[in-house]
C-alpha cells in the first residue's frame, strides 16, 4: 500500500480504539516516525494530510528539517545529548524524551537565548530495561520538582518505550502505570506542570495504549515501511 493508504489504515484504527474507551479521536495525535526514511517520504506523507513527524537522531533531524518544504511540526522523540541539544533550539514542537536533569538544564540554557520556553515530556523507564533511557518512576517525582523550576521548560507530560512483547496486550499494564504516574504528578499541583500528554504507543500496540489514554502514539513501519538503512 502507499504512504496514503497506510496512513488513513491507521487514522481509522485510531478512531476505532477511541470508540472501544470512549474517547474523541481529536485527542489523540499521531507522530509519524521518520527516522531512517528520507525527505522525499515525509513530503509524501505531508502531502496526504499528515503534519507531525518525529526524529530521533539529530543531525538527521537538522538535514532533513532543511530539505522538507511541507509546512511540517517536528517532535524529538530519541535519546538525546546534552551537546546536541542546540542543533534542535527552537525548531521541534516538542521533546519527548527528558531523563535527567542536567538534559532538562541544557534545554533551559539553549532556549533562554531565544527567549522562549521549550515544551518536553518526561520518559519514563517502567520496565527496567538497561538498554532504554528514561527516569525509573522512584524517582520521577524528584525529577519532576527540579524541571518545574527551570523557567524555560514547560512540563507537558509523560512519555515511555516499555519492553517489546509479540502480543500487544501484555504491554497494557505499563500503559496503565504511566497513566496513573500522571495523575500522581497532576495531583501535586506544582506550577508551569502539565500532564496534558502521554506518549505511549508504536506500529505494534498503539492501539491499547490509546484505549489506556495515550494521546500521541508514534508510528513508523506502519506508514513507511521498515526502516531504509540500519541504526
Request: hydrophobic share 45%; with cysteine; proline share 4%.
Given at each position: 500500500m502507499?504512504?496514503?493508504?497506510?496512513?488513513?489504515?491507521?487514522?481509522?484504527?485510531?478512531?476505532a480504539?477511541?470508540?472501544?474507551?470512549?474517547?474523541?479521536?481529536?485527542?489523540?495525535?499521531?507522530?509519524?516516525?521518520?527516522?531512517?526514511?528520507?525527505?522525499?517520504?515525509?513530503?509524501?506523507?505531508?502531502?496526504?494530510?499528515?503534519?507531525?513527524?518525529?526524529?530521533?537522531?539529530?543531525?538527521?533531524f537538522?538535514?532533513?528539517?532543511?530539505?522538507?518544504?511541507?509546512?511540517?511540526?517536528?517532535?524529538?522523540?530519541g535519546a538525546?545529548?546534552?551537546?546536541?541539544?542546540?542543533?534542535?533550539?527552537?525548531?521541534?514542537?516538542?521533546?519527548h524524551?527528558?531523563?535527567?536533569?542536567?538534559?532538562?538544564e541544557?534545554?533551559?540554557?539553549?532556549?533562554?537565548?531565544?527567549?522562549?520556553?521549550?515544551?518536553?515530556?518526561?520518559?519514563?523507564?517502567?520496565?527496567?530495561?538497561?538498554?532504554?533511557?528514561?527516569?525509573?518512576?522512584?524517582?520521577?517525582?524528584?525529577?519532576?520538582?527540579?524541571?518545574?523550576?527551570?523557567?524555560?521548560?514547560?512540563?507537558?507530560?509523560?512519555?515511555?518505550l516499555?519492553?517489546?512483547?509479540?502480543?500487544?496486550?501484555?504491554?497494557?499494564?505499563?500503559?496503565?502505570?504511566?497513566?496513573?504516574?500522571?495523575?500522581?504528578?497532576?495531583?501535586?499541583?506544582?506550577?508551569?506542570v502539565?500532564m496534558?500528554?502521554?506518549?505511549?504507543?508504536?506500529?505494534?500496540?498503539?492501539?491499547?495504549?490509546?484505549?489506556?489514554?495515550?494521546?500521541?502514539?508514534?508510528?513508523?513501519?506502519?506508514?513507511?515501511?521498515?526502516?531504509?538503512?540500519?541504526?
Amino acid at each position: 500500500m502507499s504512504i496514503k493508504d497506510n496512513l488513513a489504515h491507521i487514522r481509522s484504527q485510531i478512531a476505532a480504539a477511541c470508540a472501544r474507551s470512549g474517547r474523541d479521536p481529536a485527542a489523540v495525535r499521531l507522530v509519524a516516525v521518520s527516522k531512517t526514511h528520507p525527505a522525499t517520504l515525509v513530503e509524501e506523507a505531508a502531502a496526504a494530510g499528515q503534519r507531525l513527524f518525529g526524529e530521533s537522531y539529530v543531525q538527521e533531524f537538522v538535514a532533513k528539517a532543511e530539505a522538507v518544504q511541507a509546512p511540517v511540526e517536528w517532535h524529538f522523540i530519541g535519546a538525546l545529548q546534552s551537546n546536541k541539544i542546540k542543533y534542535l533550539r527552537g525548531r521541534v514542537g516538542l521533546i519527548h524524551s527528558v531523563d535527567r536533569l542536567s538534559l532538562a538544564e541544557e534545554i533551559d540554557r539553549q532556549w533562554a537565548k531565544i527567549e522562549r520556553t521549550a515544551d518536553v515530556l518526561l520518559q519514563v523507564n517502567l520496565g527496567g530495561e538497561e538498554s532504554k533511557s528514561g527516569i525509573d518512576e522512584t524517582g520521577l517525582h524528584e525529577l519532576v520538582h527540579q524541571v518545574a523550576r527551570l523557567p524555560h521548560v514547560r512540563i507537558r507530560g509523560l512519555m515511555t518505550l516499555p519492553p517489546y512483547f509479540d502480543e500487544a496486550e501484555a504491554v497494557r499494564p505499563f500503559f496503565r502505570r504511566l497513566g496513573e504516574l500522571a495523575g500522581e504528578i497532576r495531583a501535586l499541583g506544582l506550577p508551569g506542570v502539565e500532564m496534558a500528554e502521554l506518549s505511549m504507543g508504536m506500529s505494534h500496540d498503539f492501539a491499547v495504549a490509546i484505549e489506556e489514554g495515550a494521546t500521541l502514539v508514534r508510528v513508523g513501519t506502519a506508514i513507511f515501511g521498515e526502516r531504509a538503512y540500519p541504526q
